[in-house]
Nanobody, 120 residues
Framework: QVQVVESGGGLVQPGGSLILSCAAS????????MNWYRQVPGSGRDFVAM??????????TYADSVKGRFTISRDNVKNTVNLQMNSLKPEDTAVYYC???????????WGQGTQVTVSS
């Protein structure tokens, strides 16, 4: 059974840090690009960060709004992906989703999301 499960969300003050984790089961993430998206009520899901598979060099891409503050990483042995979020701002408040994409087969898997709230 394929599962993508996010964890690590919560309430943090502006300027604080959080680490989101994404654990995949039922498939090996090695052949997948792994992504984080976020969504606020009334809006669509926005791209946050991507790390490509080791087969394409583990390249990373970030949305301009998080560049320099967020870092995505992957552990293909543990089958996990992390998002280190520093210098958090109130506008980072959203539900954060992990998304796995197989660039050849087209398989896509979404997690259920984890809430991040940045507020004093």
């Amino acid at each position: 059974q394929v599962q993508v499960v996010e964890s690590g969300g919560g309430l943090v003050q502006p300027g604080g840090s959080l680490i989101l984790s994404c654990a995949a089961s039922g498939f090996n993430i090695s052949a997948y690009s792994m992504n984080w998206y976020r969504q606020v009520p009334g809006s669509g899901r926005d791209f946050v960060a991507m790390i490509s598979s080791p087969y394409t060099g583990r390249q990373t891409t970030y949305a301009d709004s998080v560049k320099g503050r967020f870092t995505i990483s992957r552990d293909n042995v543990k089958n996990t992906v992390n998002l280190q979020m520093n210098s958090l701002k109130p506008e980072d408040t959203a539900v954060y989703y992990c998304y796995a994409h197989h660039v050849i087969r087209g398989n896509n898997y979404w997690g259920q999301g984890t809430q991040v709230t940045v507020s004093s």
